[in-house]
């Protein structure tokens, strides 16, 4: 549809320089650079029927002025009939230079070509910013479960927490064993 393709081109003009970057992003590197070529010839073509159209109309109200006569009855010269009579003539080898081609209001100055990689997606930066992202991520997770944990693991948490001095500590032996039986997967004393 044509709001797809109007869509898909986008116009940038450059810093400090009066050159418009045209692209055109599509699935079909072909197809993009067709549309992007099509796009910048119906603007030049535009552009310049635009300055050839106002050429004209100046032309014409340049016309208008320079009718009238060179000097008043008194002889004084008319500033305003003379002035529009040297625009008149500027002006109309300005048309004649459109008209032939050798004065152009817009050109293309490089015609768009079919691209050897995609554009998108760039795979090798969107992996290091995964990666940043998720490390960073995974950092502030864990940081904020160990800060967020309120369980008593040694006797040193149990005394920070309550201010009580520790009397006595129970070993990890003296609560039985886990049920494993030695020898199987791995399981040992």
Known sequence: SADRLQDAVTTKVGSQTIFVQITATWDDPEFATEVA???AEVTVDQENQRLEDQLDTTVEDLRAKAKGPLTDERGTLNIDAFNARQNLIAISNLQTAVEEGTV????????????????????????????????????????????????????????????????????????????????????GY
Do not use: Y
């Open 104 to 187: 152009r209001q817009a050109e293309i100055a490089r015609r768009a070509e079919v691209p050897t990689a995609p554009a998108s997606p760039k795979t090798a930066r969107n992996t290091i910013l995964g990666l940043i992202v998720g490390l960073a991520l995974g950092l502030m997770a864990a940081f904020a479960r160990d800060s967020l944990d309120r369980r008593i693991r040694t006797s040193k948490d149990a005394h920070e927490e309550f201010g009580w001095p520790v009397l006595g500590r129970v070993g990890k032996s003296a609560l039985g064993s886990t049920g494993a039986v030695p020898g199987v997967n791995g399981a």
């Open 37 to 39: 070529n099509a796009f």
